[in-house]
């Protein structure tokens, strides 16, 4: 019997927030990106090679290349996710965010998939359910008043 796959390093409640998320982002035609800056248990020599390399110590999960919509001034946008019983940013997930803003990107952290989807629907990203329906109504009264 094969096992589902799952990335190693990560939990799989914060696969279970990220995955669906980048999914919907996609398909919204929204340009992000996730970096995998774990190295787990690989050890010292195997995350001082990767630092030398290029990564950022305390880089969020989510990077939207894409200006939020609701932020006009923004250069992109920065999500942190935590699982739902996950703790809160490092203080190098801090700093890095810190560093972001001051560059002119939104950035924020959000535990799980609820949350981390209201900052993306906040930021202009997606759409929530209920915004949808009073279009879809505002749509149907529209084509009545056509008829």
Known sequence: MTRPFRRRNVSPERDDVQIPLVGELRAAG????????????????????VMRAGVYAGMPDLLIFDPPPNLPGRIGAALELKADGGGKPSDAQFACMARLEALGWATAWAKGYELARAQLVTWGYLRDDVTDTIDWVRGRIEAARCR
Request: charged share 10%; proline share 0%; net charge positive.
């Open 30 to 49: 929204v340009f992000v990106h996730h970096s995998n800056n774990s190295t787990g248990r690989a050890g010292q020599r195997a995350q001082a090679l």
